[in-house]
Each structure stands twice: as structure tokens, then as C-alpha cells.
């Protein structure tokens, strides 16, 4: 079955560095779309970047574009999210997620994923 594990959360200073890493496994890359998402305390979930395989587009929220990067290694297993220039609004659950079979109408969006790890928490305070 479908397993993604995340790892690398934390505490850190504003304008500080995390990378986060979701090892997933149990099935077929070939269409999917793979996302990191954030739920900050007293908030909905929200989508921070996706990556769709198909065509390798990367996708990132407003408030995530030119600070974060997301990547998949050469092995292919696992997926990266590289955050810079860290803010106290990114403190939150991190969550990993994945679509199997993406289509046109996959966003990144919380409700356009069906399997999901369990969350790190990164938080960024002084």
C-alpha cells in the first residue's frame, strides 16, 4: 500500500533553513502528482508546492514562490522541500501527499490528494 513518511521538521530561527523529505512507496510513479501541505494551529490545510511527474512542474503558493524549492531525487523515491528565508507564518504540520493517477483537474489543493503521511511540525520562532 501507499506509504509516505516524512521526516526533517524542527525548530528554527526566522530567515533560517529546513529541508524536508517524504519517502513514499507502493505505487506507480507514472502519473501522479506528489504535494507538501501545511496546517498551521487554528487553520485549514493548505497547499505549500506540488510536483506533478508527468511533466516535472513544479507548483508553489504565493507565499512559498522564490523561497522554497521541491525536488525528487535520482532514485526517485523520495521528495524534497527545500525551505529558506523561514517565517514565523511557517510554522505549521507539514504534511506529504500524493495522487496516484493525476488529471487535468489535480491542483494543489488538499482535496485533489488521496493518501497522506503523518506530518512533521517545523516551527519558526526566536
Known amino acids: 500500500q501507499v506509504q509516505l513518511v516524512e521526516s526533517g521538521g524542527g525548530l528554527v530561527q526566522p530567515g533560517g533553513s529546513l529541508k524536508l523529505s517524504c519517502s513514499a512507496s507502493?505505487?506507480?510513479?507514472?502519473?501522479?502528482?506528489i504535494g507538501w501541505f501545511r496546517q498551521a494551529p487554528g487553520k485549514e490545510r493548505e497547499g505549500v508546492s506540488c510536483l506533478s511527474i508527468v511533466d516535472g512542474r513544479p507548483e508553489y503558493s504565493g507565499s512559498a514562490k522564490g523561497r522554497f524549492s521541491i525536488s525528487r531525487d535520482d532514485a526517485g523515491t523520495t521528495v524534497s522541500l527545500r525551505m529558506n528565508k523561514l517565517k514565523p507564518e511557517d510554522t505549521g504540520i507539514y504534511y506529504c501527499?500524493?495522487?496516484?493517477?493525476?488529471?487535468?483537474?489535480?491542483?494543489?489543493?488538499?482535496?485533489?490528494?488521496?493518501?497522506w503521511g503523518q506530518g512533521t511540525q517545523v516551527t519558526v520562532s526566536s
Open positions: 501527499a500524493v495522487v496516484v493517477i493525476a488529471t487535468i483537474q489535480t491542483t494543489c489543493a488538499p482535496q485533489s490528494f488521496d493518501h
Open positions: 507502493g505505487f506507480d510513479w507514472t502519473y501522479s502528482t
